[in-house]
């Protein structure tokens, strides 16, 4: 551009020689001299135009991926689930949107606040363009997303939902948050239909009534707390009788699960009918005391939890588990990493996005598999 710029005030300046030559005039002059000043300020326009359309053009393209810095903190690595999620986040991260892997930090919150909130600091103090946060307990949202926006940076939610009313606020208050995740009440009615599917509906003992027990993660959290309810209230729903025997906290633990399970095998014997778990790590517990107990899932006794990890498809391909609820990490992973660009690129970003959940029976366990492996 700067040298068309030159090359048009040569130009201007040849016609003011030639026009000085024809004529001594002090006229001829001014007009030669007027002439190149003309054509010189039309190519500073020229100029400008083309560098402020430069700039549109790189506004719209965004940031250069390879750049952007992101700072994502898991609640606890320790969880199955979120293993598979978070490593997917990573992958398509760096495979799918170009970012560099060194300037991706995930961190283990280990199940404590105290311990990501100070990560979270950290990732303020490094710069980062964009958080990703799995947070340790929901109600902490408030701080996080205060810390986030005085900072300037944008945080993406996944998995562990806040209240809705925050959500909300978000909008209100013009905040660059967003939550990513699946409906937890859409997973919990799952489970409840893929038991009253069953030809007896759960019934397993033939009494006219389904007793069961309820292994739930963390009642504060919500989806914990939507799988509780919208599991037992689509088998009633349905038309079946129920009973529950035992409700207890399990954490999402795998030893938990399969130590409330044997305690209620325990107490209650063949009475119990189903186990409901808020996911498939406390099912897989659950499963261990079903079989030490010589009970046999699918004939005397039902169990179903959420996730879709890898064991549970095959163990309900082999008949030894009676359902799950398929919690997409691939959309979820995807989704929160594209809003999490979309954020850096300023882009408009809607406050929640979610994913659909999917049945997981004998009848589809194949294709799951396929898909997750």
Not at 155 to 177: F, H, L, M, S
Not at 215 to 237: C, M
Request: proline letters at 1%; one cysteine or more; aromatic letters at 6%.
């Amino acid at each position: 551009m700067r040298l068309k710029k030159v090359m048009a005030v040569g130009l201007a300046a040849a016609m003011a020689l030639s026009m000085t030559a024809c004529s001594s005039s002090t006229s001829s002059t001014e007009a030669a001299t007027e002439a190149a000043t003309e054509a010189a300020s039309e190519d500073a326009a020229t100029e400008a135009a083309e560098e402020a359309a430069e700039t549109v053009a790189e506004a719209v393209e965004g940031k250069d991926p390879a750049e952007v810095k992101v700072g994502i903190s898991i609640y606890q690595f320790a969880d199955n689930f979120m293993t598979l999620y978070r490593n997917e986040l990573q992958d398509y991260l760096v495979n799918e949107l170009g970012l560099k892997a060194e300037n991706i930090s995930i961190m283990d919150g280990k199940n404590d606040q105290s311990e990501q909130m100070n990560q979270i600091r950290n990732f303020v103090t490094q710069g980062f363009d964009v958080m990703i946060i799995n947070l340790v307990q929901a109600s902490s949202e408030p701080d996080v997303t205060a810390i986030c926006h005085e900072a300037g940076i944008p945080v993406v939610y996944i998995n562990r939902e806040p209240d809705a009313e925050r959500e909300q606020a978000w909008v209100d208050e013009g905040i660059k948050a967003t939550y990513v995740g699946a409906d937890a009440r859409q997973s919990g009615t799952f489970q409840g239909e893929e038991i009253a599917e069953l030809e007896d509906k759960g019934d397993a003992d033939g009494d006219g009534v389904v007793r069961y027990i309820m292994v739930q993660g963390d009642p504060e959290n919500v989806d914990a707390q939507y799988r509780t309810e919208k599991s037992i209230e689509a088998l009633t729903a349905a038309g079946v009788e129920v009973e529950e025997l035992v409700k207890q906290r399990g954490d999402w633990d795998q030893t938990k699960g399969q130590e409330i399970t044997a305690n209620a095998l325990s107490q209650f014997g063949d009475k119990l009918d189903v186990v409901f778990c808020n996911n498939d790590a406390m099912a897989l517990g659950a499963l261990q005391a079903i079989e030490a107990a010589g009970r046999t899932v699918n004939e005397d006794i039902y169990v179903v939890g959420v996730d879709a990890l890898v064991e549970v498809v095959e163990n309900i391909m082999n008949n030894k588990m009676t359902g799950t609820v398929f919690n997409d990490y691939f959309g979820q992973a995807h989704t929160a990493a594209d809003k999490a660009m979309d954020f850096v690129n300023g882009k408009e970003v809607d406050n929640v996005y979610m994913v659909d959940y999917v049945k997981v029976t004998a009848d589809n366990a194949a294709e799951i598999l396929e898909l997750i492996k």
